[in-house]
């Protein structure tokens, strides 16, 4: 569901989500209202990131106890610089760190949540967490290797490691891509 303000101002949280173990970076800031459950803001993570909900996830708070998926972020995360780690696909266990950058009111044009920025394309699903997407990407990077057309088709043909389409993920974002089931 998006959110768009009704004449009340609206507080938000703006989050800077950073998938852990990759260089260059991989991240998004995002804008989501406070009030938002944790069960909804893995959905919104999915859309952002890339991710196809496909596997199973956890939030911890502050990287040890697990969150309560009902809990509202403005609850959980309430001082500048806290922080959640989430963890999507337990297998391959991409971990992702979530920081509140601030909270403000939002504005009543705008619908909630949105992307504001990020870098870098999300890894494909299932390349076997950091030590088989680096694989992935220096297989790709050599098209002498035995591997590499093998590769190519896995994950559908081209693939960029620096794409990004800010417009592309705020357009799903508004689109209700986000009422798509939670995998746990």
Known sequence: ????????????????????????????????????????????????????????????????????????????????????TYTYDLGDGWEHTIVLEKRFCGSDDTEYPVCLDGRQACPPEDSGGVPGYYDLLEVLQNPADERYEEMREWIGGEFDPRAFSLEAVNRQLRSGRVRRRSST
Request: net charge positive; proline share 4%.
């Open 1 to 84: 569901m998006v959110r768009k303000s009704t004449g009340m101002e609206q507080e938000v949280c703006q989050l800077k989500v950073t998938l852990r173990g990759i260089r260059p970076a991989i991240w998004r800031r995002l804008v989501v209202p406070a009030d938002t459950t944790l069960t909804r803001l893995h959905r919104v993570l999915q859309t952002a990131m890339g991710w196809q909900d496909s596997h199973m996830h956890e939030l911890r708070i502050e990287g040890r106890r697990p969150a309560v998926r009902s809990a509202r972020i403005g609850d959980v995360l309430t001082e500048i610089g806290s922080s959640l």
